[in-house]
């Protein structure tokens, strides 16, 4: 697919058919979400590969019942390795360069679904102290994102969005 088709045709879907996929597809779309830029190559992020069912039911309960993460065959948790950055660039890589490092990695898997024909979501609402609990995050790392994986039982219309022109400010504000 062209680039501008894959960006085109990605949607936020929250409906999965029950229908696996090969880890190897999972793998390679997180070496994909790897290539994204990060703040003094510093790679201020991880990722945790999930697919027990219980522990995905468990991300359902901890991300106030969005039941559709446990439809997924893959999740994925996209973690801000804010400690790895903070080394370098103190609170400013703390609190910001590690969430931008996972949010690019992110985006990048976003789009890698959408090349090898599958689905996503990013999901920002969950309690993230319970999510470190569950999976046993360490300090200095922050989940930032959960990404279920699947094939798409569901094609949303695209939701209104504002024109570019009314958000870019042309030499000023
Ligand atoms: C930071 C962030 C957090 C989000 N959190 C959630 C979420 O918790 N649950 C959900 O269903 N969608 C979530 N979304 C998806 C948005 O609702 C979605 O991107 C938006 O409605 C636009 O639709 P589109 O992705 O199809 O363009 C989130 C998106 C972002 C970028």
Redesign the pocket.
Known sequence: MEFKEVAEK???V?SFEQKEIPKEDIEEIIEIGHTAPSAGNRQARDFILISDQKEKEKLVEN?YG?SFIAEAPWVIIACAHQKRSAERYGERGRDLYSIQDASAAVENILLAVVDKGYAS??????EEEKVKVQLDIPEGVRPV?ILPIGYPDET?T??KKMDADELTHHGEW
């Not at 979501?121 to 969950?126: D, S, Y």
């Open positions: 990605r949607r936020s929250r991300a969005q979501v990013w999901i920002g609402a969950f994102a949303p695209a939701p």
